[in-house]
């Protein structure tokens, strides 16, 4: 019982798949018919429902076609008789290439018939059609060219600019892309303007970007466009030498020159300037003894002007002069080991073998001091004596000695002087000068403190002070 009720189920399941099958086919057949017969209206309505149902992959494909070539020969239809919209429709509705051939031209007309109306949003939408979804229409460049003239005419510069962009991208040779010509020029200025305000701004790379942008268009302003470009590398190359980013600032140099070949002898004057500012910094670094960053420093150079003769020398100089400062050290040191130990003499032989070799400040001082302390420790009070006298050129002696004419004139033989007197003074090296002139109704007591070591003078009076001043 059980075997039987199986077999009379798979009878029953197969009877199904077959009339269904058949039933499928019919349908498919009806369609099919009607489209042979051009009933196209009543087939595209059967192949609707069948499409709806149908699960078999070739049928339903096969379905798809022909319904698809329905709705072509019925826009055919429509499109002879110049009824544009109602071909257009069933053309989309074809979604063919058969059909795209002549849905370009059905949205075309449609557009001219809106634009001779002055309807200019409908003519835009029709264009946008065509030129998003049939990439391949040979209306393209004509649409272009009549969509940026509307957009020019609603003041819609900048999408003016972008169907230009693609009107000359692809299409560089067509006769609309140079009849558009005259129209992008007007519009140039403005776009030169926006750049430039992005440039007083600071933008740089913004306002480049928009030139170069408008450069690559053939352009009555071209070859000023040109010229902008290169002034803004001019000032990133500036902005970039403020941070110090060499191979920037060359890089920008470059590209300044060639988008302007005539700043070359402007850029040329501006390289070696760099270069000059990098050897001053180069010097101050030498000037403190740091050899090995200045040459660091130097060889920014090469970035700037490669094979820069005169900074190789610089180089080379630096070198020699921090192999002659290390020796001059080693002597240096020698001497500030013997001036520790009060061998003067020995200190001094040294600081001189060291200036001779490198000249600084602290080594010039140092000969001087050790210079005044021989003098000091051979005759203190002759050296005390011969500061006062060289003391700008002998002022102090000069200017007693006018003191004491003028009291000689004034009272003859009743002036009486002390003479230079030198007496030791409490601290190292220090001594006392002094001079008195003494008259029946004025005295002159004149003292100064001397520092051996430095040959440093100190009034100490006024009238001491006074003389010193003259």
């Not at 019982?1 to 189920?9: E, Q, V």
């Not at 009607?34 to 149908?54: P, Q």
């Not at 030498?241 to 060359?250: G, I, N």
């Amino acid at each position: 019982m059980y075997m039987k009720m199986k077999i009379i189920l798979v009878i029953l399941t197969l009877f199904a798949v077959v009339s269904g099958h058949c039933w499928v086919n019919s349908k498919f057949n009806i369609a099919h018919k009607l489209y042979m017969k051009s009933n196209y209206v009543m087939a595209i309505k059967h192949f609707d429902s069948l499409l709806e149902t149908v699960q078999d992959g070739a049928l339903s494909t096969q379905a798809e076609l022909e319904r698809s070539d329905c709705y072509y020969q019925l826009g055919f239809k429509a499109y002879q008789k110049d009824n544009w919209l109602l071909a257009s429709r069933l053309f989309f509705l074809s979604n063919s290439e058969i059909a795209d051939t002549k849905l370009d031209d059905c949205y075309f007309r449609l557009a001219q018939k809106q634009l001779m109306q002055n309807a200019l949003t409908t003519t835009l939408g029709y264009y946008q059609k065509v030129v998003l979804y049939l990439k391949d229409s040979e209306y393209i460049p004509e649409i272009l060219f009549n969509r940026i003239k509307i957009y020019i005419e609603m003041d819609n510069n900048l999408s003016a600019f972008n169907d230009y962009h693609f009107l000359w991208e692809n299409h560089p040779d067509n006769h609309f892309t140079k009849e558009i010509q005259p129209f992008i020029d007007d519009l140039m200025p403005a776009f030169i303007n926006e750049a430039l305000t992005f440039r007083d701004s600071t933008e740089y790379d913004i306002a480049v970007d928009i030139l170069s942008k408008l450069s690559q268009y053939p352009s009555k302003f071209q070859n000023d466009i040109f010229i902008h470009i290169s002034d803004l590398y001019l000032l990133k190359a500036e902005e970039a030498l403020s941070k110090k980013e060499y191979e920037l600032v060359r890089e920008y140099l470059d590209l300044s020159i060639d988008n302007d070949e005539i700043k070359k002898e402007l850029v040329s004057e501006k390289v070696k300037s760099i270069c000059s500012q990098i050897i001053l910094e180069g010097n101050e670094l030498v000037s403190s003894f740091q050899f090995d960053e200045a040459i660091e420093t130097y060889k920014n150079c090469f970035i700037i002007i490669p094979k820069y003769t005169i900074c190789t020398n610089i180089i080379n100089e630096t070198n020699d002069k921090q192999q002659k400062y290390q020796s001059a050290l080693k002597h240096e040191n020698q001497a500030i080991e013997y001036e520790a130990e009060e061998d003067y003499a020995s200190a001094y032989t040294h600081y001189n073998k060291s200036y001779k070799l490198f000249r600084t400040d602290r080594v010039r001082k140092k000969i001087y001091i050790m210079g005044n302390i021989l003098q000091a420790e051979k005759d203190p009070k002759a050296f005390a004596k011969k500061i006062i006298n060289e003391y700008k050129n002998g002022i102090i002696p000069v200017g007693v000695s006018a003191i004491e004419s003028s009291l000689i004139a004034q009272y003859s033989n009743q002036v009486d002087t002390s003479g230079w007197k030198v007496y030791y003074a409490i601290g190292e090296y220090k001594y006392e000068v002094r001079f008195d002139l003494l008259s029946p109704d004025i005295n002159y007591y004149y003292a100064w403190r001397v520092n051996l070591r430095t040959r440093e003078i100190t009034s100490l009076n006024k009238i001491s002070e006074d003389v010193m001043k003259r």
